[in-house]
């Protein structure tokens, strides 16, 4: 959703209150593809702080269903970040594509981009699905949380091979 920020803009002191859905139905980065969950909102507070400043402050609130980094299974994580942004306003910034935020064209605010670089920069760097998530099995792929699999532990790490073979081979009997 776009809103004119001209009218706070023009006054110093001046206020608008921004209450948005976010229409984002997948959250695509390069970590990958998260559908969201769950009609999430954007709700901000545009002010005229000073002059060529505008001041954002509110909340952008997101559930987004992504998967647990040790077991795979699925899980809702609910993000609620806190913005509190004060953006150059002046004519050449807000002209110029490289200063100006990437969801602000002009005086026009995209609340969708701006929740979706807040959601980006916010983003879990570790998913899990509880405290103690035990993963999955390397071998048979088996979540563990479920319960142990029947595969053989035995086997040592291959670049270890080499090690056993030399203390083997000095092991007094």
Known sequence: MVFDLSAVLSDR????????????????????SYPVAKESAVSLKAVSAKQNV?????????????????????????LTIDVSRELDVREEILNDAAQCPPYLDGRVLDSDKLAYHEILVNL????????????????????????TCDCDKSELDPRMAQILDIFNQYKEV
């Open 13 to 32: 002191g001046r206020t608008m209150d921004i209450q948005a859905p976010i229409t984002l139905k997948q959250f695509t980065c390069r970590a990958g």
């Open 54 to 78: 505008l001041v954002l402050e509110g909340t952008v609130h997101a559930v987004l269903e992504m998967n647990c980094d040790r077991c795979l299974e699925r899980v809702i994580q609910d």
């Open 124 to 147: 879990p760097v570790k998913v899990l699905c509880r405290e103690d998530c035990k993963g999955i099995c390397s071998r048979c792929g088996k979540n563990l949380n479920e319960g």
